[in-house]
């Protein structure tokens, strides 16, 4: 409009100054072109002054527009910030997870493995080691095809489904009930390595005796009649036991006390109750080969027990740390306790007494590590560590069966007393599992006002005890009528390693 304004303006200069130049003329004809002139420039001023304010109101509107803009912007990257966040924590958890599983894993090879396989004598090392070997490979493709499903899949009280049969639809996304944060099949993965590590515990009660095609056949069979029902029962979605997901009698198993310890323990003393003692035992001495490796196994099941426990609380977060702090802090206390009581009566304290403490602490803890704090975590080691060396020095002695490994004083004794503990020192300042009608949480344990949940305890733990105890014996005669369970005499006395494996642990002649 300025262009247009400045274009008349110039006109009317110049016709005025054309009229000056015209020989002084004096009729009015002259003002027409400065009127027309005017005029012009009037009209446009009265058609421009609206649009241009108009202009002026649209430019306002422009101005104002970034703020629109910003608001927008704002929230896009408020969104944008939040999903990024929550990348980053599945990233986080899915990570630990992984590295939990491989913690888990390392537990049966080497560190199960290297601890078995020293307590035995020379000429059983690789065979025992074997055991848990061969269960690694076993047991990963039976879950694979069946157990996962019939675990973790929904189906009745006892036992999950064939929905997940072949893995079926366990892939990247996350199973909310389960985890929320990390992909299915990391889950699947992650209790893939507690299905390995608990039958390889078994092995322990009948070392050196049974024979390797039996010993495949019986962990096949257990595996899924022993273990699936029970973690379906404890774990799975509408588990009889189950403490947050629709269970009828809320059982607190953080980690594995009953689906684990217990059920391994149990069916290792029925094992060794039903194959009988080994040639020579009691009188003959059969003392360990080598500690050294042992000492080297106890240590690997230490730190693989963190990924156990505190991998459980399937994140990151703060309940991992208070698992972790409680895992740790059991094992020391019941390596001190079990060497107190063996220094009592024996008048000095053993390393073999040690290691065996401190895994009877971390056997006791495992129900108990994402539910109590860590004076708690020390009076539970510490109990752990007296009466499972009683169990062992005391008890065993006095009935004369022959848990060659000590699996069922261990992992049987410790996993019950861990489970009983577990309903009195549960407490919802650690773990809030409990929760009323308006979402606020409740009573955890006995010490926490829900003496009730002892009485759920003892239920889980007789749960365990009778499914363990009655498909163990009955898997046992099924498996002695197929292949025999026991090894001949002459093959027991030549040693495992070379009637089983055709191999020696230990060439000395080289």
């Given at each position: 409009?300025?262009?247009?304004?400045?274009?008349?303006?110039?006109?009317?200069?110049?016709?005025?100054?054309?009229?000056?130049?015209?020989?002084?003329?004096?009729?009015?004809?002259?003002?027409?072109?400065?009127?027309?002139t005017l005029?012009?420039?009037?009209?446009?001023?009265?058609?421009?002054?609206p649009?241009?304010?108009?202009?002026?109101?649209?430019q306002?509107?422009?101005?104002?527009?970034?703020?629109?803009?910003?608001?927008?912007?704002?929230?896009s990257?408020?969104?944008?910030?939040?999903?990024d966040?929550?990348?980053?924590?599945?990233?986080?958890?899915?990570?630990w997870?992984?590295?939990?599983s491989?913690?888990?894993?390392m537990?049966?090879?080497?560190?199960?493995?290297l601890?078995?396989?020293?307590?035995?004598?020379?000429?059983n090392?690789?065979?025992?080691?074997?055991?848990?070997?061969?269960?690694?490979?076993?047991?990963?493709?039976l879950?694979?095809v069946?157990?996962?499903?019939?675990?973790?899949?929904?189906?009745?009280?006892?036992?999950?489904?064939?929905?997940?049969f072949?893995?079926?639809?366990?892939?990247?996304?996350?199973?909310?009930?389960?985890?929320?944060?990390?992909?299915?099949?990391t889950?699947?993965?992650?209790?893939?390595?507690?299905?390995?590590?608990?039958?390889a515990?078994?092995?322990?009660?009948?070392?050196?005796?049974m024979?390797?095609?039996?010993?495949?056949?019986f962990?096949?069979?257990?595996?899924?009649?022993?273990?699936?029902?029970?973690?379906?029962?404890v774990?799975g979605?509408?588990?009889l036991?189950?403490?947050s997901?629709?269970?009828?009698?809320?059982?607190?198993?953080?980690?594995?006390g009953?689906?684990?310890?217990?059920?391994?323990?149990v069916?290792?003393?029925?094992c060794a109750?039903?194959?009988?003692?080994?040639l020579?035992?009691?009188?003959?001495?059969m003392?360990?080969h080598?500690?050294?490796?042992?000492?080297?196994?106890?240590?690997?099941?230490?730190?693989?027990?963190?990924?156990?426990?505190?991998?459980?609380?399937?994140?990151?977060?703060?309940?991992?740390?208070?698992?972790?702090?409680?895992?740790?802090?059991?094992?020391?206390?019941?390596?001190i306790?079990?060497?107190?009581?063996?220094?009592?009566?024996?008048?000095?304290?053993?390393?073999?007494?040690?290691?065996?403490?401190?895994?009877?602490g971390?056997?006791?803890?495992?129900?108990?590590?994402?539910?109590v704090?860590?004076?708690?975590?020390?009076?539970?080691?510490?109990?752990?560590g007296?009466?499972?060396?009683?169990?062992?020095?005391?008890?065993?002695?006095?009935?004369?069966?022959?848990?060659?490994?000590?699996?069922?004083?261990v992992?049987?004794?410790?996993?019950?007393?861990?489970?009983?503990?577990t309903?009195?020192?549960?407490?919802?300042?650690?773990?809030p599992?409990?929760?009323?009608?308006?979402?606020?949480a409740?009573?955890?344990?006995?010490?926490?006002?829900?003496?009730?949940?002892?009485w759920?305890?003892?239920?889980?733990?007789?749960?365990?005890?009778?499914l363990?105890?009655?498909?163990?014996?009955?898997i046992?005669?099924?498996?002695?009528l197929?292949?025999?369970?026991?090894?001949?005499?002459?093959?027991?006395?030549e040693?495992?390693?070379?009637?089983?494996?055709?191999?020696?642990?230990?060439?000395?002649?080289?």
């Amino acid at each position: 409009m300025r262009l247009f304004m400045c274009l008349f303006m110039r006109k009317s200069t110049d016709v005025l100054r054309g009229r000056r130049r015209a020989k002084g003329c004096r009729n009015s004809a002259h003002w027409l072109p400065l009127g027309f002139t005017l005029l012009a420039w009037g009209f446009l001023w009265a058609v421009a002054a609206p649009l241009w304010a108009q202009s002026g109101a649209t430019q306002g509107a422009s101005a104002s527009s970034p703020a629109a803009v910003s608001s927008s912007s704002t929230e896009s990257r408020v969104a944008k910030l939040e999903q990024d966040i929550a990348e980053a924590r599945s990233s986080g958890d899915n990570g630990w997870m992984l590295v939990s599983s491989a913690l888990v894993l390392m537990m049966t090879g080497p560190g199960l493995a290297l601890f078995y396989g020293g307590l035995v004598r020379k000429k059983n090392v690789l065979a025992t080691m074997m055991q848990s070997f061969a269960l690694m490979a076993l047991i990963t493709v039976l879950w694979a095809v069946v157990g996962y499903s019939l675990s973790f899949h929904s189906g009745n009280s006892f036992i999950g489904g064939l929905g997940y049969f072949g893995l079926r639809g366990v892939g990247p996304m996350p199973d909310a009930d389960y985890a929320a944060t990390i992909p299915q099949q990391t889950f699947m993965v992650f209790q893939l390595m507690f299905a390995i590590i608990t039958p390889a515990l078994i092995s322990g009660a009948f070392a050196e005796r049974m024979k390797f095609s039996a010993m495949v056949l019986f962990m096949t069979f257990w595996s899924l009649v022993v273990y699936a029902p029970m973690a379906h029962m404890v774990w799975g979605k509408g588990g009889l036991l189950n403490a947050s997901l629709g269970g009828k009698v809320p059982t607190l198993d953080f980690a594995g006390g009953t689906v684990v310890h217990i059920t391994s323990g149990v069916s290792a003393l029925v094992c060794a109750l039903y194959l009988g003692k080994r040639l020579g035992y009691p009188e003959k001495p059969m003392p360990p080969h080598s500690v050294v490796l042992s000492f080297i196994g106890a240590c690997l099941l230490w730190v693989g027990w963190f990924g156990f426990n505190a991998g459980s609380a399937l994140t990151a977060g703060s309940l991992a740390t208070s698992a972790f702090v409680a895992t740790h802090f059991s094992a020391a206390s019941a390596a001190i306790g079990w060497s107190l009581a063996e220094w009592f009566r024996n008048g000095k304290a053993s390393v073999l007494g040690a290691i065996s403490g401190a895994v009877a602490g971390l056997v006791a803890i495992t129900p108990a590590s994402g539910f109590v704090g860590p004076m708690s975590a020390l009076l539970i080691g510490l109990v752990a560590g007296v009466l499972c060396y009683c169990m062992v020095a005391q008890v065993k002695a006095r009935f004369g069966y022959d848990d060659s490994l000590d699996a069922f004083g261990v992992h049987g004794a410790g996993g019950t007393i861990g489970a009983i503990l577990t309903g009195i020192f549960a407490t919802k300042a650690i773990n809030p599992i409990f929760k009323d009608s308006l979402g606020n949480a409740t009573a955890v344990g006995l010490l926490d006002g829900n003496a009730g949940q002892v009485w759920n305890q003892f239920v889980g733990v007789a749960v365990a005890w009778i499914l363990a105890m009655v498909a163990t014996l009955v898997i046992l005669k099924v498996v002695d009528l197929l292949v025999g369970l026991r090894v001949t005499e002459e093959q027991e006395i030549e040693g495992l390693d070379v009637s089983q494996h055709g191999e020696e642990g230990y060439n000395l002649e080289v």
